[in-house]
Every structure is written in structure tokens, then in C-alpha cells.
């Protein structure tokens, strides 16, 4: 696959998200059901971790339409240096410091996963190597929501594109988007039949609902 584009620029709006693939049917199964992006988890104890030969097979079998990007939560320098992609998401407790390092170091496009906090949300909208925040809920990939009508009002001032995250599922996000037009949205469990596990159906239900 051509790692060099740059599918986070969809032509319609919401972007879709799917994160925590493991297998090159996931991959099928997003593509067809016209997702923009899929998420690779690297988070040590993740029962969506891949292992490195996983990584490989995937990227190998990555449809042109798909944007991989890599999911790290407070990465050693080596990990993050090593993805051949151009988007990594930051998940950890990574300083604003730490961040300008790792976009200096690696040269990677950096999505900012935050855990919804108003100021910190704010704090990192003004972050120069940031270029997308993705606002989830207290526990990423837990399924857990975040108060939306607390964000609602924040939405407006920001800079940066937002995907909204956290406790998302065929039933609930299209009230979302319709509430928040968000840039995007994000799903790991709630297109799940059990964790780590991807349900296809559920996958398709999903973009329907965000771009219905």
C-alpha cells in the first residue's frame, strides 16, 4: 500500500475511525463499509495489541482506502520511530514537551488523545505539533462516555479538528454527530462481539449510523 497519502481529509464529513483492528478481514470489513481510518494498538496489555509480525501482515494487506494510524501510550523512542505510517495517536500521559520531541524526532502527524477535561482540551488546541485532538472518555477504549453538553459550547473556539471518542456504537452515534459536527468519530469496543474481538456487522452498522 502508498503510505505517503493522506486519506484524513475525507471528502464528506464525519471521518469514521474504526480502532483496535487485529486481523486483514477487519480490514476488509472497514473498508467496505467506508471507513476512512483504522486504529493499530501498540498499548502493552491492550487486548487489541498487536504483535510486531501482526503489524507487518496488516500493513501489508491495508486497502488504499484506509488510513492506518498507530495507537501508543507513552511510547519508547524506538517504537515510535519504527512506524512506517505517516499518523500516530498518542494515548498516555505524554507532556506537550514530550510531544514536540517525538514530532521532531520521527516526523510522524500526531493525533492528541485526551480524556475530556476543558482546560486541558484547551491547553492542547494550542499545541504547534498537534494537528487533530481526539477527546474520549476517562478510560480510553473502555467503552466509557464523556458529558458531550459539556463540550458542546468548547467546539466552536477550538482550532483543530475534533474526533469524538469514548462509549460510541451504532446506537448512539448518529445523535452525536447531529449534536456536535464533529470532524470525526472513533469506535474500538462498541463495534465489538467481545473485547479485542471486531463484529463486521457492527462495524457496518456504525458508519451507516455516523454518515446517515
Partial sequence: ???????????????????????????????????????LVFAPGSPRELAPTEVIDLIAEMPDELEPIALFVDPANDLVDAWPGAWIQLHGEETPERVTAIAAMTGHRIIKAIPFDADAVLAWDEHPDVEILLIDGPRGGSGEPFDHAALAPLLATLAKPVIIAGGLDPETVAEVVRGLQPFGVDVSSGVESTRGIKDHDRIRAFVTAARG
Fill in 1 to 39: 500500500m502508498n503510505l505517503d497519502r493522506d486519506l484524513l481529509l475525507p471528502t464528506s464529513l464525519p471521518l469514521v475511525k474504526i480502532c483496535g483492528v487485529r486481523t486483514p478481514a477487519d480490514l476488509e470489513a472497514c473498508a467496505a463499509a467506508g471507513a476512512n481510518a483504522v486504529g
